[in-house]
């Protein structure tokens, strides 16, 4: 059997890998020596070494700014989120009537599509702000905010299922006789669920981290970056960049590329973390 897997191996992998080359590889190699470039399409391409780096550090102040906006959301985001979600996958994994529905339902936001969802709270905001007549591009807190409730309302049942499925693989046997020891429901807590739960923490944070630096259909449906850009995140940014400016095609491929340099070191610290923290309990 291990002979024929091996055999046949290539032949299965290889229109997986092909689609990554052509998809994924060849795009982002493109993308890097874009970034090194000032160009309007890939064959008028002209190298300029650094310069769209430094431009976009010292000659636009809105991807500093946006920077700064997106860390703030990020931090918020991925506390809210999680310990939301893993107060509720504590809730619903008691013998309580009418779990699976509430389950449901919490889940049911994570289906609904980004601009959709970024629509439907921009009215939802204003029609409450506009009794005091304001709405959600008159503040960049309100656009803050705003953002941080719709990613919150949209992943916390995600997470959820994710928490709950890993308090329930943690053994009866260890809670009946931490119970039996004398133990408190926050002593279980904190030195067997949360600990066993790890694999899951690892999971959600990783999620909650990327969607969070990532989030752009919600932010250009929500507030589209106003006022005055304030509430631009990373991805509209960039966007703005390359669409908007002419000429700054370089510009924006190279924030794309420190965009991604930036995920794929928080993404990979934080496995590290946490991964760490699941071999060690």
Known sequence: MEKSLKKYFPVFVLPTFISFVIVFL????????????????????????????IKAFTQDDNFLNALWFTVKFTIVSVITINVSAFGLALILTKALRGTSFFRTVFFMPNLIGGIVL????????NS?????GYDITYDADYGFWGLV???????????????????????????EAALIDGASSFSILRNIKIPMVMPSV???????????FKLFDQNLALTGGAPARETSMLALDIYNTFYGRIGWQGVGQAKAVVFFIIVAIIAFVQLKITGRKEVEH
């Open 128 to 132: 409450i702000l506009g009794i005091f």
């Open 118 to 125: 970024g629509y439907i709270w921009n009215l939802l905001i």
């Open 149 to 175: 409730f719709l990613l919150n309302w949209q992943l916390i049942g995600y997470m959820m299922v994710i928490y709950i499925a890993g308090l329930q693989n943690i053994p009866n046997e260890l809670n």
């Open 202 to 212: 690892t999971i959600c944070l990783f999620l909650t981290l990327t969607n969070s």
């Open 26 to 53: 060849i795009p982002f190699v493109l993308g890097i020596y874009l970034s090194f470039t000032e160009f309007t399409t890939v064959e008028s391409a002209r190298w300029v070494g650094v310069e769209n780096y």
